[in-house]
């Protein structure tokens, strides 16, 4: 079974900039996260999607960062403009449904540097 | 507000030694708690789940711990090898209305010596 897959895995910018980042979670999981791993930190959740649907995005600054996820399959969370304290790891995880005992698998992550 | 810690923030051993990580949280309303590894420049891999129904899970040499009223878990590694060493981070799913994200705590880095 193939497992979650991101891309890029490393990005480096300029502040201001825009970046995009991709995710394709594991076939036939209907919930997927957007975490953003800051150094020396754990994951902290940016956004949680059911199916096609937003289910917990309190913690996504939205001035600047957005995401979507069309079809309810891949995902995409963007940032404009970037800010220094971006740089961050940004996985993606996904899980079988909303179900308490469904396990979150992760994506290898996006690398992000601005500079 | 859950807040998950995770003692000690790093800890070096030499092979063949058990090893105990903790990890405790503040609020015991929790469906579950996970054990994940993390190697330097890699995506994060599930080792344990524990329901909020259990009290441990095993697999191989590891052994996880939940006791849900204090609010603690531990890590259990027995007879550590090189290959051990990497990042251990605790996380728990919160108990609400929508969203089912893990909290996670600041991780145990493990460095085993050969």
């Known amino acids: 079974e193939a497992g979650v897959a991101q891309s890029p895995r490393y990005k480096i910018i300029e502040k201001r900039q825009s970046v995009a980042f991709w995710c394709n979670p594991i076939?036939?999981?209907?919930?997927l996260y957007w975490y953003q791993q800051i150094l020396g930190q754990g994951p902290k959740l940016l956004i949680q999607?059911?199916?096609?649907?937003?289910?917990?995005d309190s913690q996504l600054p939205k001035d600047r960062f957005s995401a979507e996820r069309l079809k309810g399959v891949d995902s995409t969370l963007k940032i404009q403009p970037a800010k220094l304290e971006d740089s961050a790891v940004y996985l993606c995880a996904s899980s079988l449904g909303l179900g308490q005992g469904s396990e979150q698998y992760f994506g290898p992550g996006t690398r992000l540097t601005v500079t | 507000k859950q807040e998950v810690t995770q003692i000690p923030a790093a800890l070096s051993v030499p092979e063949g030694e058990n090893l105990v990580l903790n990890c405790s949280f503040t609020?015991?309303?929790?469906?579950?708690l996970q054990w994940f590894r993390q190697d330097p420049g890699k995506g994060l891999t599930s080792l344990l789940l524990?329901?909020?129904?259990?009290r441990e899970q095993t697999s191989g040499r590891l052994n996880a711990s939940l006791d849900k009223s204090s609010g603690r878990s531990t890590l259990y590694i027995a007879a550590s090898q090189p290959g051990d060493s990497a990042t251990y981070l605790c996380?728990?799913?919160?108990?609400?209305?929508?969203?089912?994200?893990?909290?996670f705590g600041k991780g145990t880095t493990l460095s085993v010596s050969s």
């Open positions: 524990i329901q909020s129904s259990q």
């Open positions: 609020d015991s309303a929790i469906y579950n």
């Open positions: 999607f059911q199916n096609n649907g937003v289910v917990d």
């Open positions: 996380a728990v799913r919160r108990v609400l209305q929508a969203g089912t994200a893990l909290i």
């Open positions: 076939s036939g999981h209907a919930t």
